[in-house]
């Protein structure tokens, strides 16, 4: 079965700092698709990054980095030179193509605290 | 609109009552979903329309719990004799045709049974 851990719960950083929220995978599926979700304090679920099981390339985005690494079904979340709007909690997402159609998966999330 | 929609964004029941969840969803998107979320957990798959068709409800957490999309858009969450354990966030999403697009997430609707 499909299964997203994000070991760490809370990270705490100062501003300015580069920070990394990691994201392990688990599913059966050839065919898959990676997110990455934030959820400021208003709770509604914004749309960051979306990757598919074939394109193993990072992606950067302005101060936001993605690490996608198949071998080691990890799909990592580094933000350089975070900022106070950066806190928020940060949800990694599975959506398997065969196994269980359009639903996502999402690990438990990661509550990313920026202080000034 | 611009996003996905929901309302109420909050709603307190008092236990045995049945309420009502509404989502708007973003204008085209024939995929819409509804999720729930527990206080400090993740969201959690419910259930998936394709235009009005339900696809796939086995996250449905009992027979309490009952979605309708009619008429492929505006879709409603049921949730019938309320219990405490259904206090959470009710989150809806949508996305353009294909099973594996992006989803789109509305405000959700925090719901407090008392």
Same mark, same amino acid.
């Given at each position: 079965?499909?299964?997203?851990?994000?070991?760490?719960?809370?990270?705490?950083?100062?501003?300015? @700092?580069?920070?990394? $929220?990691? /994201?392990?995978?688990?599913?059966?599926?050839?065919?898959?698709?990676?997110?990455?979700?934030?959820?400021?304090?208003?709770?509604? $679920?914004?749309?960051?990054?979306?990757?598919?099981?074939?394109? @193993?390339?990072?992606?950067?985005?302005?101060?936001? #980095?993605?690490?996608?690494?198949?071998?080691?079904?990890?799909?990592?979340?580094?933000?350089t030179?975070?900022?106070?709007?950066?806190?928020?909690?940060?949800?990694?997402?599975?959506?398997?193509?065969?196994?269980?159609? #359009?639903?996502?998966?999402?690990?438990?999330?990661?509550?990313?605290?920026?202080n000034? | 609109?611009?996003?996905?929609?929901?309302?109420?964004?909050?709603?307190?029941?008092?236990?045995?009552?049945?309420?009502?969840?509404? /989502?708007d969803?973003?204008?085209?998107?024939?995929?819409?979903?509804?999720?729930?979320?527990? $206080?400090?957990?993740?969201?959690?798959?419910?259930?998936?329309?394709?235009?009005?068709?339900?696809?796939?409800?086995?996250?449905?957490?009992?027979?309490?719990?009952?979605?309708?999309?009619?008429?492929?858009?505006?879709?409603?969450?049921?949730?019938?004799?309320?219990?405490? @354990?259904? #206090?959470?966030?009710?989150l /809806?999403?949508?996305?353009?045709?294909g099973?594996?697009?992006t989803?789109?997430?509305?405000p959700?609707?925090?719901?407090?049974?008392?």
């Open positions: 079965a499909q299964k997203v851990t994000q070991a760490q719960t809370e990270i705490s950083v100062v501003e300015k @700092e580069d920070v990394t $929220l990691d /994201c392990v995978y688990e599913t059966r599926d050839t065919t898959y698709y990676l997110f990455w979700y934030k959820q400021p304090p208003s709770g509604e $679920l914004v749309f960051l990054i979306r990757r598919n099981s074939f394109d @193993e390339q990072n992606e950067i985005s302005g101060r936001y #980095s993605w690490n996608f690494q198949k071998s080691t079904s990890s799909f990592n979340f580094t933000i030179a975070s900022q106070v709007v950066d806190s928020a909690v940060y949800f990694c997402a599975l959506s398997e193509r065969e196994t269980s159609g #359009s639903r996502l998966t999402f690990g438990e999330g990661t509550q990313l605290t920026v000034p | 609109g611009a996003g996905v929609s929901q309302s109420p964004r909050y709603k307190v029941a008092k236990r045995g009552q049945d309420v009502a969840l509404r /989502c969803p973003i204008s085209g998107h024939v995929s819409l979903f509804w999720y729930q979320q527990a $206080l400090g957990q993740g969201p959690e798959f419910l259930t998936y329309f394709q235009n009005e068709a339900q696809l796939d409800k086995s996250g449905l957490p009992s027979d309490r719990f009952f979605a309708e999309r009619p008429e492929g858009s505006v879709s409603t969450l049921k949730i019938q004799r309320t219990q405490q @354990e259904d #206090s959470a966030v009710y /809806c999403a949508s996305s353009r045709p099973s594996t697009d989803q789109y997430f509305g959700g609707t925090r719901l407090t049974v008392l």
